[in-house]
């Protein structure tokens, strides 16, 4: 898996490999960012995975860098670029959705879609005993997106006591929840 994929990916890897994330967008101009994050699994999953030939979950040439403990494998990246070279994928399933547009003043506004997240979790839903067996699984794990810089102007997520981050942060559990209600899109308006 690219570290860099989309956010309906991430939550729908979240939870067939347990994955937590937390990702933070750093605007340092209208076209450069600083993409910095951790992602977790499942120490099992991640060894399956590599079993299976899937050694991409952590790509050094995207800035990742793999720790592994008994328990999980953890991914830390850290990656300054253009917008578009930290969003771009492979292909539509590994691109970041997030547009940045530049309002003048060094200020953007960084959109990113949420609409995805819990589309094909119906089935799920739908089947009580696989719902109990991925509840405890999720359990302990989040998908977290943060936008941060000079100053945060506005934003619908949660603004830091400094005013320099805005973060949406989900429980992986509450994308079990059919009564599931989040805003279309985390937006965020930010002085660099």
Do not use: W
């Not at 860099?4 to 939870?15: E, K, N, P």
């Not at 399956?48 to 953890?74: N, V």
């Not at 070279?85 to 970041?96: K, P, Q, R, S, V």
């Not at 994308?175 to 599931?180: H, K, R, V």
């Amino acid at each position: 898996m690219k570290h860099l994929t989309s956010i309906a990916a991430a939550a729908c890897l979240s939870l067939t490999a347990c994955i937590g994330v937390d990702v933070d967008i750093e605007v340092l101009s209208d076209d450069t960012g600083r993409m910095t994050g951790i992602f977790e699994m499942q120490r099992g999953m991640y060894d399956m995975a590599a079993a299976d030939g899937d050694s991409d979950f952590c790509d050094e040439s995207e800035g990742g860098t793999l720790e592994l403990t008994p328990d999980k494998a953890i991914c830390r990246m850290d990656r300054t670029a253009t917008f578009e070279e930290l969003f771009a994928g492979d292909d539509d399933d590994t691109e970041i959705n997030a547009q940045i547009e530049p309002l003048g003043n060094n200020t953007v506004r960084v959109t990113i879609p949420l609409d995805d997240f819990g589309n094909d979790m119906d089935e799920m839903l739908d089947d009580p005993a696989m719902l109990a067996m991925f509840r405890p699984m999720l359990d302990g794990y989040a998908i977290s997106f943060s936008v941060s810089g000079a100053e945060i102007l506005s934003s619908n997520g949660e603004v830091s006591a400094d005013g320099r981050r805005a973060t949406f942060a989900m429980p992986l559990t509450g994308l079990l929840d059919a009564d599931l209600d989040l805003p279309d899109a985390f937006v965020t308006e930010v002085r660099y």
